[in-house]
T-cell receptor, first 113, second 116 residues
């Protein structure tokens, strides 16, 4: 089945710096890649997603890139702010496996003021 | 528009007992997925229900089961509880079946189960 690996598990940056989180997936038929943000004690919330027919997508300070050949995708956060501190999860889904979302292990991002 | 509602929010059980968790999806959403969240393991997929039918299943033992009702509300049951079942159980709803394409999930707040 699909397997999603996420790195790093923890990331600490200074306010204003950029943060990059990387994920790799195993199923070459995966075609949908969302990112979720989970603040402490709260539910995961979708922040951005990308489909396999697109290489990059941006939404203000966040962007996601996808490399289908290498089977990896990344989340980029620019000009980080303390409120960006949270756990970020990547996920992938494949129609070969019924479209269920398989999540990475999560990255705990800490933005220090 | 009400979000995804899970009950109970917290519960404590002892080994060997069973537990039933409930999830009410967003109105109009017909797909409900369940995930187990534990520290270090991320979100592990349990199962998905759509139109009262299980459409996908994760790699969990048969002690974990679920069902969906005609109003799209879903329940999951864990029998013969083990200490390792302590976790946050999240349900998520989606307007479409996951197999139909990009499956945008809206999560509930979760039910935190502690097994003593």
């Amino acid at each position: 089945g699909e397997n999603v690996e996420q790195h790093p598990s923890t990331l600490s940056v200074q306010e204003g710096d950029s943060a990059v989180i990387k994920c790799t997936y195993s199923d070459s038929a995966s075609n949908y890649f969302p990112w979720y943000k989970q603040e402490l004690g709260k539910r995961p919330q979708l922040i951005i997603d990308i489909r396999s027919n697109v290489g990059e997508k941006k939404d203000q300070r966040i962007a996601v890139t996808l490399n289908k050949t290498a089977k990896h995708f990344s989340l980029h956060i620019t000009e980080t702010q303390p409120e960006d501190s949270a756990v970020y999860f990547c996920a992938a889904s494949s129609r070969n496996q019924g479209g269920k979302l398989i999540f990475g292990q999560g990255t705990e991002l800490s933005v220090k003021p | 528009k009400a979000g995804v509602t899970q009950t109970p929010r917290y519960l404590i059980k002892t080994r060997g007992q069973q537990v039933t968790l409930s999830c009410s999806p967003i109105s109009g959403h017909r797909s409900v997925s369940w995930y187990q969240q534990t520290p270090g393991q991320g979100l592990q997929f349990l199962f998905e229900y759509f139109s009262e039918t299980q459409r996908n299943k994760g790699n969990f033992p048969g002690r974990f089961s679920g069902r969906q009702f005609s109003n799209s509300r879903s329940e999951m049951n864990v029998s013969t509880l083990e200490l390792g079942d302590s976790a946050l159980y999240l349900c998520a709803s989606s307007p479409r079946e996951s197999g139909s394409g990009a499956n945008v999930l809206t999560f509930g707040a979760g039910s935190r189960l502690t097994v003593l």
